[in-house]
């Protein structure tokens, strides 16, 4: 019997154990490189600290910066192992001309920004900083690093090869906000691995699964064969820059469609595959070809699926698993209509193996991540995990724990997915309290 498109669809999003498990293995292999500074699509950057101990106190701001919308935060560690406390927040959102304009505007809009925080805060006397930026940063020590290439469709000129502390501080300097002191630099997955291990000390990995995909792990720093300056530690977190994996992954056609399409062709395949900001795009995509091929939505392309990026994560959510309520009012929404019962199921199908593909690459990586992880206890391992796609879609953290046991087999018992909310923010004021407490690891910038 001929399949339908749709099934044909399905088979090609299917991830098998079989591919899962050379996946894990490329991951492995990939890392050695990376840590030996060898050529590799994982490119396993140092982040100058380990494991935070718990006993880390006192009150950091921290900057959150990875996507559109950036946080302020101003953070209370207790130490003694309790939980850190966020006293002030704030969400300041980007605008597109200020993310792929020029560095000068981009950085010039964050320290207005925190300019503004600390005037609503009444901070005036000098606090350390914690900065967490989310993109590939070749750290020169805890607090300066080189921004690599841009991801996320982030491209503000100017910036890219440069020291990117120092151009903060230049554009703070610039708006006169004068009281804060950047003491250190840090990937959201190295932070949300920080906000973690304050509470857990069986913490090896942070996780993101938002609109970015990465992860980062702790490792015995005999395993790093490429040059870490003056760090002494026994062990040090790697920012592993798991979205560029690109070996043995099943891409497609519609995979090769969203690159073309991207900000950043032939960068970051895993991450096209995994991260919220291109599930839409994907699905965009095959129902278009649906449309096209099988007269779905009665031959008519809605705009939505139109322009790239109209359709979101949040819509995918809805046609998933949303009540048939929430679905028509969506539909009238997006399409100026409801949408019949065929139709309806078409959409929650399509959405459905976009999402459940990535969580079980996701899981092969993390699994793959696993391998090299310097673990306090044989036993169990806990994974922090922070981002939307985890924390709100639906059924996604349940389809990923799935993958991972599939995969795992019984050591799969010992790993703990642990959602670390806001990870990435309350991470970095833990650096910049081990930083500030020690004071012996940062660059003479
Ligand atoms: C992108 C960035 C990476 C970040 C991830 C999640 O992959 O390159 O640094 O950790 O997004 O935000």
Sequence with gaps: ?????????????????????????????????????????????????????????????????????????????????KPPRVIAEAKYRLTPG?????????????????????????????????????????????????????TKDFSASGVVGRKVVAIQRQALAGKKVRCVNIVALANDTVGTLQAQAVLDPDCGMGVILGTGFNIAVRVASRRIRKETGAYRGKSMIINMETGNFNKVLPRNHYDRRVDRDSGNVAHQFAEKM?????????????????????????????TVFVERDAFKGWHMDVFEAGSRKAVQELSQDLFGRQLDPAERRMMARVCRMVSRRSARIAASLILGALTRVECRSKKRVTVAVDGSLFEKYPGYSRVLAAAIRELAGP??????????????????AVIAAVVTESGDMRTAS
């Design 411 to 428: 050591a799969g018992k010992g790993i703990r997915l642990k959602l670390t909310k806001d990870g990435s923010g309350i991470g970095a």
């Design 1 to 81: 019997m001929k399949s339908s498109l749709i099934e044909t669809l399905e088979g090609q999003f299917e991830v098998p154990l079989s591919r899962m498990r050379r996946i894990r293995g490329a991951v492995t292999k990939e890392m050695d490189a990376g840590l030996a500074g060898r050529k590799s699509s994982i490119a396993m950057l140092p982040a100058y600290c380990d494991a935070a101990s718990g006993r880390e106190r006192g009150r950091y701001l921290a900057l959150d910066l990875g996507g559109t919308n950036f946080r302020v935060m101003l953070v209370e560690l207790p130490g003694s192992g």
């Design 98 to 150: 200020q993310i792929t304009g020029s560095g000068a505007v981009l950085f010039g809009a964050i320290a207005g920004y925190l300019g503004k925080f600390l005037k609503d805060h009444e901070i005036t006397s000098e606090i350390a900083l914690g900065y967490t930026f989310s993109f590939p940063v070749q750290l020169l020590g805890i607090d300066e690093g080189i921004l690599m290439k841009w």
């Design 274 to 302: 995994i991260a919220g900001k291109y599930l839409p795009q994907l699905v965009r995509l095959v129902v278009r070809d649906l449309i096209r091929k099988e007269r779905f939505f009665e031959g008519h392309v809605p």
